[in-house]
């Protein structure tokens, strides 16, 4: 029997300026305390941040490629097998990896002291989209991780 409660997904929000669900989860994320406006309003002029330092012409594209730059393919998790605990490399859900990603953007964008939110999220963005910057640092240390525990990856279950 199952330990844990079964898990519903949520209905998909998308955000009325670019009509994408990649936009509707990130201002979620960066929302705090229930303030949508607030949160909108950083994500928002950080994409325009974004696209004003770049000759893209969608507006979209160097936020996608940011976000498909930090996603794992792989991670380890704990597995307890008689009395030892192994860290199995699992590949990693295409949702999960999504939400890895943003949370490491919006995470590390934080930690950028004495720059407002919306400049700090644009920076980590841009350099995302480059493949450089503690978001993708984050990763390729998820996935050296991986590949150090692949001797256990036979008790995968």
């Known amino acids: ?6 898990v519903y997904e949520k209905p998909v929000v998308k955000d009325s300026r670019y009509d994408s669900e990649l936009v509707g989860h990130l201002i979620s994320r960066v929302m705090v305390c229930g303030k949508r406006s ?3 309003r ?3 002029s950080a994409i325009d941040l974004l696209n004003e330092k770049s000759e893209a ?4 594209e160097l936020f996608n490629r940011a976000i498909e730059n930090a996603k794992p393919r792989v991670e380890t998790k704990a597995r307890r097998v008689g009395g030892a605990t192994y860290q ?3 590949e990693v859900a295409p949702a999960r990896s999504e ?3 943003m949370r490491w953007l919006i995470n590390y964008a934080r930690t950028r002291r004495g720059v407002p939110m919306h400049r700090a999220l644009a920076n980590e963005l841009k350099d ?12 390729d240390d998820v996935h050296k991780q991986a590949q150090a ?7 995968r279950w």
């Not at 012409?57 to 979209?60: A, F, G, R, T, Y």
Request: hydrophobic share 45%.
């Open 128 to 139: 995302a989209s480059q493949g450089q910057g503690n978001s993708v640092r984050k990763r």
């Open 1 to 6: 029997m199952a330990r844990r409660k079964r």
């Open 99 to 101: 939400s890895l990603a």
């Open 88 to 90: 199995v490399p699992l």
């Open 42 to 44: 950083i994500v928002y």
């Open 57 to 60: 012409v969608d507006p979209l």
């Open 38 to 40: 607030i949160a909108e």
């Open 149 to 155: 525990n692949r001797a256990f990856a036979h008790f």
